[in-house]
Antibody
Framework: QLQLQESGPGLVKPSETLSLTCTVS??????????WAWIRQPPGKGLEWIAT???????YYNPSLNSRLTISVDTSKNQFSLKLNSVTAADTAVYYC????????????????WGQGTLVTVSS | SYELTQPLSVSVALGQTARITCGGD??????VHWYQQRPGQAPVLVIY???NRPSGIPERFSGSNSGNTATLTISRAQAGDEADYYC??????????FGGGTKLIVL
């Protein structure tokens, strides 16, 4: 059974860089069928897609976050990571990682399964 | 960005049928996925590609998509169905889009 687990600091200072890692177990991140994604949810609000990556390194970014984002994959560790720079209080959210898609994203872009999520608070 | 519109809340009597809509420009041409999120938990996929149920999701959950509206239907609503529900699509220009979410209230 595929499982995903987010890890990283729970508190980040304003203007600094938020860094998170998602560890995949029970399956290979190098599977040709799937993508890997980050989604966030501010407290009391809805879901916001952040970015998606394929094991080969192809990336898709939310246009509204693109300029601050870097997503990467480490196939040797079965992990993928997120870096969001110049954070503000508006970046406070629960951050989820998830497996995405089955084949082409334009055909099937579902997120399944999801990690349990990790709360990141931006505060001095 | 591709806009998806959901009602803030939908109420349903216990045992009755709830319908949650997701509106978007020609959404019928896209594949729509639906998620259930209970308080304090991660979202769970309940419908993928408009009308398909993942393993373990009850048959009471069904979906449809046509024109400018996709619909998640929950038959014989139970207290345990009370949750937030989100629709999601892929847009070729802007990537993933989520609806704003609908709170299902079971009376």
């Amino acid at each position: 059974q595929l499982q995903l687990q987010e890890s990283g600091p729970g508190l980040v200072k304003p203007s600094e860089t938020l860094s998170l890692t998602c560890t995949v177990s029970g399956g290979s991140i190098s599977s040709s069928s799937y993508y890997w994604a980050w989604i966030r949810q501010p407290p009391g609000k809805g879901l916001e897609w952040i970015a998606t990556i394929y094991f080969s390194g192809n990336t898709y970014y939310n246009p509204s976050l693109n300029s601050r984002l870097t997503i990467s994959v480490d196939t040797s560790k079965n992990q993928f990571s997120l870096k969001l720079n110049s954070v503000t209080a508006a970046d406070t959210a629960v951050y989820y990682c998830a497996r995405q898609g089955l084949g082409e994203l334009s055909f099937d872009s579902r997120f399944d399964p999801w990690g349990q999520g990790t709360l990141v608070t931006v505060s001095s | 960005s591709y806009e998806l519109t959901q009602p803030l809340s939908v109420s349903v009597a216990l045992g009755q049928t709830a319908r949650i809509t997701c509106g978007g420009d020609n959404i019928g041409s896209k594949n729509v996925h639906w998620y259930q999120q209970r308080p304090g938990q991660a979202p769970v996929l309940v419908i993928y590609r408009d009308m398909n149920r993942p393993s373990g999701i009850p048959e009471r959950f069904s979906g449809s998509n046509s024109g400018n509206t996709a619909t998640l239907t929950i038959s014989r609503a139970q207290a345990g169905d009370e949750a937030d529900y989100y629709c999601q699509v892929w847009d070729s220009d802007t990537g993933v889009g989520f609806g704003g979410g609908t709170k299902l209230i079971v009376l």
